[in-house]
């Protein structure tokens, strides 16, 4: 067993500003939605905040998509096609049963493999539909304000504005699976330690690109 580095400086930086960004948004845009009843945030501040923070999003999201694909960290949200349906089934399997029962990861993580088949579908998702669907309806009400007439061209605001806040629903059912998950690890903690320190102890040599971990199918 040895401690490798999982996650650069850069890449533990863009998680916690995007995990910020994206908890702010939540919470302004909830403010801004249910203002008239359980706003958490005064009205105008919260709009005003939204859409800062908003904009902060879009530039730290493009910024990070450029480091994954320069990098070509990129790669690793590809699904391996003749393997992905058995080791898709090893990892949901871990997370109905096996990690109740104390059993082991079926992916042993590296620098080189970090995502198991689930997580790679999940992001690809996320990448290139919520996200974009977030970002196109919500610049879409930002510009309705000086240009009313893009109104008519969407079927009214509040078409546009079901669509941003279902989106919104996703990425809050997102961040709390993913809260939960993050504390499967070793420890409950251990996963936070490793987007705060880059570091995790795996097992194996040093520099290896560890296979998935074989176990029985059956329950």
């Given at each position: 067993?040895?401690?490798e580095?999982?996650?650069?400086?850069?890449e533990?930086?863009?998680h916690?500003f995007?995990?910020?960004?994206?908890?702010?948004l939540?919470l302004?845009?909830?403010?801004?939605?249910?203002?008239?009843?359980?706003?958490?945030?005064?009205f105008?501040?919260?709009?005003?905040?939204?859409?800062v923070?908003?904009?902060?999003?879009?530039?730290?999201?493009?910024?990070?998509?450029?480091?994954?694909l320069?990098?070509g960290?990129?790669?690793?949200?590809?699904?391996e096609?003749?393997?992905?349906?058995?080791?898709?089934?090893r990892?949901?399997r871990y997370?109905?049963y096996?990690?109740f029962h104390?059993?082991?990861?079926?992916?042993?993580?590296?620098?080189?493999?970090?995502?198991?088949?689930?997580?790679?579908?999940?992001y690809?998702?996320i990448?290139?539909?919520?996200?974009?669907?977030?970002?196109?309806?919500g610049?879409a009400?930002?510009?309705?304000?000086y240009s009313?007439?893009?109104i008519h061209?969407v079927g009214?605001?509040?078409?546009?504005?079901?669509?941003?806040m279902l989106?919104?629903?996703f990425?809050?059912?997102f961040?709390?699976?993913?809260?939960y998950?993050?504390?499967?690890?070793?420890t409950?903690?251990?996963?936070?330690?490793?987007?705060?320190t880059g570091?995790?102890v795996?097992?194996g040599?040093?520099?290896?690109d560890p296979?998935p971990?074989?176990?029985n199918?059956?329950?």
């Open positions: 067993m040895h401690k580095l999982i996650y650069t400086l850069y533990r930086f863009w916690w995007q995990a910020v960004m994206i908890l702010t939540l302004t845009g909830f403010s801004v939605h249910y203002s008239g009843s359980a706003g958490i945030i005064p105008a501040t919260a709009v005003r905040l939204h859409n923070v908003g904009w902060l999003l879009v530039i730290n999201a493009f910024l990070g998509f450029f480091y994954y320069t990098t960290t990129l790669r690793q949200l590809i699904p096609p003749r393997e992905w349906h058995i080791l898709a089934w990892q949901l997370y109905l096996g990690m104390a059993e082991p990861h079926p992916l042993q993580r590296s620098r080189q493999r970090r995502l198991n088949p689930l997580q790679q579908i999940t690809l998702a990448l290139n539909i919520l996200l974009p669907v977030q970002v196109v309806t610049v009400l930002w510009f309705m304000q009313p007439k893009l061209l009214g605001i509040g078409n546009l504005a079901a669509v941003h989106g919104a629903w990425f809050a059912a961040v709390l699976a993913h809260i998950l993050a504390t499967t690890g070793p409950p903690w251990a996963h936070f330690v490793t987007m705060i570091y995790e795996v097992e040599p040093s520099g290896s296979l971990v074989q176990q199918e059956t329950t």
